[in-house]
């Protein structure tokens, strides 16, 4: 079941995504994206020191990283800037794409005007909500979207790497 060999991570400077990061890169090739390249830098000096061996490019362009990879994921600022979600629009088609959202941009991003099943009409989209706001704490995640195969396979990479999900599939 697991063909996934690249993981793009669009808004890679999020810290607080940087344990689900450090995860993904021990087991994935990453791509990783940011419009921040001072930020993209710590980050991806941050999870190398982590793994030498792991397989960690930085991208300059979020639609080159997204076009390349069999999993997107949207993190940090890129849920609300229009711009980068046109670009990875044009090379999403019929992949899966995590949307990661953290509590304060619930309620403030993109998915508040537009569905992104409406934005990304020819994707899987998985919504993935951090559960837990203490560093400590065991990590657990919430899985909403409408695909059962998209849910399955992002659930089972989560579960893999120690956390706990909770699948929400939507009708």
């Known amino acids: 079941m697991e063909n996934v060999k ?13 344990a689900v990061l450090r995860e993904l890169s021990e087991r994935y090739q990453m791509l990783l994206f940011d419009k ?19 397989n ?20 940090g600022f890129c849920i609300n800037d229009e711009e980068v979600v046109r670009k990875v629009k044009k090379v999403a088609t ?3 794409i995590i949307i990661m959202e953290n509590d304060d941009e619930f309620t403030k991003s993109i998915n508040s005007k537009v569905s ?3 934005i990304f009409p020819h994707s899987k989209i998985v919504e993935i909500i951090n559960l837990n706001e203490d560093e400590r704490a ?3 995640f919430l899985l909403e979207g ?3 195969f998209a849910l399955d396979r992002v659930s089972s990479i989560f579960e893999r790497m120690g956390f706990s999900t909770y699948v929400s599939q939507l009708n």
């Open 6 to 18: 690249t993981i793009a991570v669009i808004g890679a400077a999020d810290k607080r995504n940087f």
């Open 36 to 54: 921040n390249p001072k930020a993209l830098a710590d980050i991806y000096d941050s999870l190398l020191a982590n793994n030498h061996n792991s």
């Open 56 to 75: 960690i490019e930085k991208m300059s362009c979020a639609t080159d990283a997204s076009w390349e990879a069999d999993i997107i994921i949207l993190s």
């Open 94 to 96: 019929a992949k899966i």
């Open 116 to 118: 992104f099943d409406l």
């Open 138 to 140: 065991e990590k657990e």
């Open 146 to 148: 409408h695909d059962s």
